[in-house]
């Protein structure tokens, strides 16, 4: 009797970890289909906004801030045609501290927006991209920032473009769910290449975080 009663014990804590381990997996999962930034974005467009391909500027970014802490699981982006095979830099700083918790250079597709899983050489000895974990603090202004040198654009400042949000007076914040952005930059890399193009739009750079 006590053998059968020890077996039923463990069989019953068997099945409630392994329920735990399964609730736990459902719980994580990301998905593109919808994001706070997708949202403000098309709250824009149906507010005068125009959605078009505009700014020949090799870096395009935005400031943002959340509501919540959140781990970034997808970055979305879509290149131009003309250089699909490009790789654009992409950035997450701590606009406070001027850290860069994340770097990584990504290929996106030139038809439609693509996501890409973050991966970063930072700290990898061989050179090689390792996962790369997230997470946004709430409270604390980020930069997401996008860059491609007009070298790696085939040398012509059409490749620079990328999808945006605008219009004549821009009225920042904008804030949907957990996410409010609160400006943007469009500049050269190289200062002296020109100046920056400050709140004048909204670049299209999706983030997805882990639900």
Known sequence: ???????????????????????????ISCDHSSSSFQSIFQSMILNEHTDEV????????????LSEDKEVCEIGYQSQPEIFSALYLMEIIDSSTGMIIYSGNHNFSSTETSFVTPSSTINSPFAAPLASTIVIQSGVTYTLRRTILL?????????LIGRVARRGEMSFPYTEGAMTI??????????SGGGSL???AVP???LIFTE
């Not at 505009?54 to 801030?65: G, L, Q, R």
């Open 151 to 159: 070298n790696n654009a085939n040398g012509q400042f059409s490749n």
């Open 54 to 65: 505009f700014f020949d500027t090799e870096v395009h970014e935005y400031s943002f801030v």
């Open 198 to 200: 400050l709140n004048y």
């Open 182 to 191: 609160t400006s943007t930059n469009f500049y050269q890399a190289n200062p």
């Open 1 to 27: 009797m006590h053998n059968s009663l020890s077996m039923y014990a463990w069989l019953l804590s068997f099945l409630l970890i392994g329920f735990s381990c399964r609730k736990q997996k459902v719980k």
């Open 204 to 206: 299209y750079i999706d």
